[in-house]
């Protein structure tokens, strides 16, 4: 595994750890193992995707545990704008055949719109096999200007190491034709206009040059000198400012000291830090103990966060304004642990795939191999600012895929073989 994706795990992990409103069509019935009610529309529409290429054994029970991490493989579902959604999977395996022949990689993505047509369909070839190297799985995202954003990889290109492809980030259209290419390391994208954010510098902090690229071209639209300090950990940025949380450790009784080494057992004293366009700061306060992670940064300067609880097993998801109190959201029950995965622009509705596992997955355990509950069920949960319960709640498999369209009226998910999308209604 390279050493600078290891590092930049090793800064995120410790912090990222660890009715007004029905839907339509609800269901509702108790699962015994989660004891968890299900809620929730049906499906609309429901596609078989092998007529499309999906492999006959791609959701198979422990399909994806049998795949070696040296060769990766796609698996998402993207809307690109509120009436198009693309779904992609690997057709090529996911393991070497025999030992001295390479996996070439092909990805196959289709675009539906709201009613199952298809509109688009590309195969597009990819670099899979990492030559002995460990691999993170394949991904792919929202781009800017309603695409979609398939991250490339970096692979070895010899069993010795010595030559890697460059990483890189591909836009497609809802037409599947290329809209732009980059080789650079994705560091993240903004929370609204999915803009693509680089960065580069030492990972232990000091100076860093931060490019955001905005269109479907690319184009650079800002760019930042920032000199992150020793204790500066979660770090987004949004189209109009940044924010990072700034972490002190109890390495002795009530002495607190700024380091970017992560002391396993230290209580944590941390502060949200957030700048505006015209790098006017601000701060707020956690509680002792606590860490935080950053969601995104709104248009209107807010930033979200999850905050963790030293000795607590439920987040919390805020709002931070400057000059004022958080605003807590409603989230997930007792024992689930799980992020936002998407959201509407505004975040009047966001939604998360969670577990309660014993022992849950995470992707630095998959490259020391730490054994995890890889097989089995969470759920899928979405919520509404404006209920205090949430209007979707159901057993979903671990091997599925599921996202909430950008005006918050569908959702969709990519499981047992089939697209499905799914309506959400507003009351009057």
Not at 131 to 150: I, M, Q
Not at 215 to 242: C, N, T, Y
Not at 337 to 349: E, K, N, P, V
Not at 401 to 422: T, V
């Amino acid at each position: 595994m390279r050493s600078s994706f290891l590092l930049k795990l090793a800064l995120t992990l410790p912090i990222v750890t660890g009715c007004n409103l029905f839907v339509g069509c609800s269901t509702a019935h108790m699962h015994a193992g989660s004891q968890q009610t299900d809620v929730g529309p049906t499906a609309s529409v429901q596609i078989l995707l092998k007529a499309n290429g999906l492999p006959e054994d791609f959701f198979l029970p422990g399909a994806e545990s049998k795949c070696s991490n040296q060769v990766f493989g796609y698996r998402f579902v993207v809307w690109l704008d509120s009436e198009n959604v693309a779904v992609g999977f690997n057709t090529s395996p996911c393991f070497r055949r025999s030992p001295d022949r390479k996996v070439d990689g092909v990805l196959r993505v289709l675009v539906f719109d709201l009613k199952g047509k298809l509109k688009a369909s590309r195969d597009l070839p990819y670099l899979a096999d990492g030559n002995g190297e460990v691999v993170a799985d394949g991904e792919a995202t929202a781009g800017p200007e309603n695409t979609l954003l398939v991250r490339i990889q970096s692979v070895n290109l010899d069993s010795d190491g010595r030559q890697e492809s460059k990483s890189g980030v591909r836009l497609l259209d809802a037409s599947l034709k290329d809209v732009a290419q980059r080789d650079l390391f994705l560091e993240q994208t903004t929370f609204v206009e999915h803009d693509v954010v680089t960065e580069s510098g030492s990972p232990f902090g000091g100076g860093h040059t931060v490019s955001i690229l905005g269109g479907s071209g690319l184009k650079e639209i800002a760019r930042r000198q920032v000199d992150w300090p020793a204790g500066a950990m979660d770090r987004k940025f949004g189209e109009h400012g940044f924010a990072f949380m700034f972490c002190g450790q109890e390495l002795r009784p009530s002495e607190y000291t700024n380091t970017s080494v992560v002391r396993a057992g230290a209580r944590f004293r941390c502060t949200l830090n957030a700048f505006d366009e015209n790098d006017n700061p601000w701060t707020a306060y956690l509680q002792g103990g606590e860490t935080a992670s950053i969601v995104g940064l709104l248009a209107d300067g807010s930033v979200v966060g999850q905050i963790h609880g030293k000795n607590s097993d439920v987040d919390r998801i805020v709002i931070w304004r400057k000059g004022a109190q958080p605003e807590a959201l409603t989230w997930l029950p007792p024992q689930f642990q799980g992020a936002i995965d998407t959201a509407t622009r505004d975040l009047s509705r966001y939604a998360t795939f969670a577990t309660n596992d014993a022992h849950p997955c995470t992707v630095i355990g998959k490259v020391f191999a730490t054994p995890c509950d890889e097989g089995g069920n969470g759920r899928w949960f979405i919520f509404d600012r404006s209920s205090q319960s949430p209007i979707v709640s159901r057993v979903f498999p671990k091997n599925g895929r599921a996202a909430l369209a950008p005006d918050g009226l569908h959702y969709s998910s990519f499981e047992a073989n089939e697209l499905r999308i799914y309506p959400l209604t507003f009351s009057k």
